[in-house]
Structures are given as structure tokens and as C-alpha cells.
């Protein structure tokens, strides 16, 4: 498996057992959709689910307007700011109808709704101004959207799509790191940062460098890696399956992002 940083592929290279999808692809997958969980009566389960969909989406939102509709950074901000403001006062979420489109084609046409009728009016809606604000991180989203330059002949839909795609691997990444420290198993996931996220412009590793790096042998090596690819399958898995909308969207995005079909 490697996880370029420039556009994130996983492209499994060990045997079976070792690779992402794991021997015949069985696995638990325990999280639930968020997107369901919108549309609950219990405003607890909603107000997690609303932060689930924020998380997940609001930076492939954000470089979304910066490249669709020409946004400033600033002016990027506040129609984020407020998309998602009056999306979580309003539900949108709740209305989503799977038999008509993919929770991300939905949210994407909300969105360009929103920004048109705010273009259309010419009111921004200001950070602070009587909407609700979320602290969201948009110096690291907009030096993102420096690093990785849209390819020529990529459309608006398909960027959001990658940069989605980015974003989930980016969360799983991080929850992985901190359920490793927690757990005082560090060295596994130094072990997968070194091998399964190095960039494919750096030399590439070898089971024998890492052993020395390490000071591990090479059984071990391959066990932790074995271990944390694993883990690191499960989490994505998990947060796809919070961020999708149906059982047929879930299966489908698990086939093309890690090519496993769940059983």
C-alpha cells in the first residue's frame, strides 16, 4: 500500500494478509451514517451528527467555492461559515433523498444554491454576524489548496471530490496516531508513517531499513505494519460509513477507495 501525498492513493503490495483489504476483505465495520442520524428526533444525536458532516466536509467545501465561483480567501470563509451555519439551523441534511442523488452530490447543489443567492443579493454573510460560527481551520485549508494545484481538464464536482477523498485519509491518518499514543504503541504507527504515507518522490524504505531504524527484526516489522494497516482500514472504513448516505454509496466508495467489497 502507498498513500501519496499529492493526490492520496492506496495501491496494496503485500500478500494478503498484509495488504488494505486484508484476507478475503472481512472485517467489522461498526460506525454509523451520520447523514441518518441528521434526521433524528434526539437533538444530542443530531448536534454529533451535524459535527461528523462538518468535519468531513467543510474544507472540500471551502476549496470548492475558492475554485467553482472565484472566491477570496475571505470571501471563502464567510460563505463556508455560512452555508454550514444555515445548513445545520435549517436541516438541509435531514432532506437529503438517496433515490435522487449521493449525499455529496446533494450537498454540493445546496451549496452552489447558497453561494448563488448570496452572489445574487450581494450580502455576505460576515463570521460572527448573527450566524452561528465554527472554529474551522482555514489557513491550513487554504495551504492545501496551494500545495495540491488543480490538474487541467479536472472539473469543480471532481475536485470536491478529491479534496474529500483527501480528507477522509487525513482524519484516519490523525485517529490512528492518537489511538497508537493512547495506547502507548507508537512505534507501530512511526513504522506505517515511514513505509505506507512516505512521499514516492523519497527513496523508498526497505523492510531491512526500518528493522535497523527500529532496531526491530524483520518479522516484527512486517507484524506492525501488518497491525496498522489493519487499524488503519478499519478507521477509514468507519468514517466512510459516517459520511455516506446509504448502504449502496458506502459499498461503492469502499470499492473505489480500497477496492474491498464488505461483507
Given at each position: 500500500?502507498?498513500?501519496?501525498?499529492?493526490?492520496?492513493?492506496?495501491?496494496?503490495?503485500?500478500?494478503?494478509?498484509?495488504?488494505?483489504?486484508?484476507?478475503?476483505?472481512?472485517?467489522?465495520?461498526?460506525?454509523?451514517?451520520?447523514?441518518?442520524?441528521?434526521?433524528?428526533?434526539?437533538?444530542?444525536?443530531?448536534?454529533?451528527?451535524?459535527?461528523?458532516?462538518?468535519?468531513?466536509?467543510?474544507?472540500?467545501?471551502?476549496?470548492?467555492?475558492?475554485?467553482?465561483?472565484?472566491?477570496?480567501?475571505?470571501?471563502?470563509?464567510?460563505?463556508?461559515?455560512?452555508?454550514?451555519?444555515?445548513?445545520?439551523?435549517?436541516?438541509?441534511?435531514?432532506?437529503?433523498?438517496?433515490?435522487?442523488?449521493?449525499?455529496?452530490?446533494?450537498?454540493?447543489?445546496?451549496?452552489?444554491?447558497?453561494?448563488?443567492?448570496?452572489?445574487?443579493?450581494?450580502?455576505?454573510?460576515?463570521?460572527?454576524?448573527?450566524?452561528?460560527?465554527?472554529?474551522?481551520?482555514?489557513?491550513?485549508?487554504?495551504?492545501?489548496?496551494?500545495?495540491?494545484?488543480?490538474?487541467?481538464?479536472?472539473?469543480?464536482?471532481?475536485?470536491?471530490?478529491?479534496?474529500?477523498?483527501?480528507?477522509?485519509?487525513?482524519?484516519?491518518?490523525?485517529?490512528?496516531?492518537?489511538?497508537?499514543?493512547?495506547?502507548?504503541?507508537?512505534?507501530?504507527?512511526?513504522?506505517?508513517?515511514?513505509?505506507?504515507?512516505?512521499?514516492?518522490?523519497?527513496?523508498?524504505?526497505?523492510?531491512a531499513d526500518l528493522a535497523r531504524e527500529f532496531s526491530l527484526n524483520s518479522i516484527e516489522v512486517n507484524n506492525y505494519l501488518a497491525a496498522a494497516r489493519r487499524d488503519f482500514r478499519r478507521i477509514v472504513l468507519d468514517k466512510l460509513r459516517e459520511t455516506t448516505g446509504t448502504e449502496e454509496e458506502f459499498q461503492r466508495e469502499a470499492r473505489a477507495l480500497l477496492g474491498i467489497k464488505i461483507k
Open positions: 500500500m502507498t498513500i501519496r501525498s499529492n493526490m492520496i492513493i492506496l495501491k496494496p503490495q503485500m500478500d494478503p494478509d498484509t495488504d488494505i483489504g486484508g484476507r478475503l476483505h472481512r472485517f467489522p465495520v461498526t460506525s454509523h451514517s451520520a447523514i441518518v442520524a441528521a434526521r433524528s428526533d434526539d437533538l444530542e444525536v443530531r448536534q454529533r451528527a451535524f459535527e461528523t458532516i462538518l468535519t468531513s466536509y467543510w474544507k472540500p467545501a471551502y476549496k470548492y467555492i475558492r475554485l467553482k465561483w472565484q472566491a477570496s480567501n475571505e470571501e471563502a470563509k464567510d460563505l463556508t461559515q455560512g452555508f454550514f451555519a444555515i445548513a445545520i439551523e435549517k436541516n438541509y441534511f435531514a432532506r437529503f433523498d438517496p433515490t435522487k442523488a449521493s449525499f455529496q452530490t446533494y450537498l454540493r447543489t445546496c451549496l452552489d444554491g447558497f453561494v448563488a443567492n448570496q452572489k445574487k443579493s450581494e450580502q455576505r454573510l460576515k463570521r460572527g454576524g448573527g450566524t452561528n460560527t465554527f472554529a474551522l481551520d482555514f489557513e491550513s485549508a487554504e495551504e492545501e489548496l496551494n500545495r495540491h494545484r488543480v490538474s487541467d481538464g479536472i472539473t469543480p464536482d471532481q475536485y470536491f471530490y478529491r479534496e474529500w477523498v483527501r480528507g477522509l485519509f487525513t482524519l484516519a491518518v490523525e485517529a490512528l496516531r492518537r489511538s497508537y499514543d493512547e495506547k502507548g504503541r507508537s512505534v507501530h504507527f512511526k513504522l506505517f508513517e515511514a513505509y505506507d504515507l512516505r512521499d514516492e518522490q523519497v527513496t523508498k524504505l526497505t523492510y
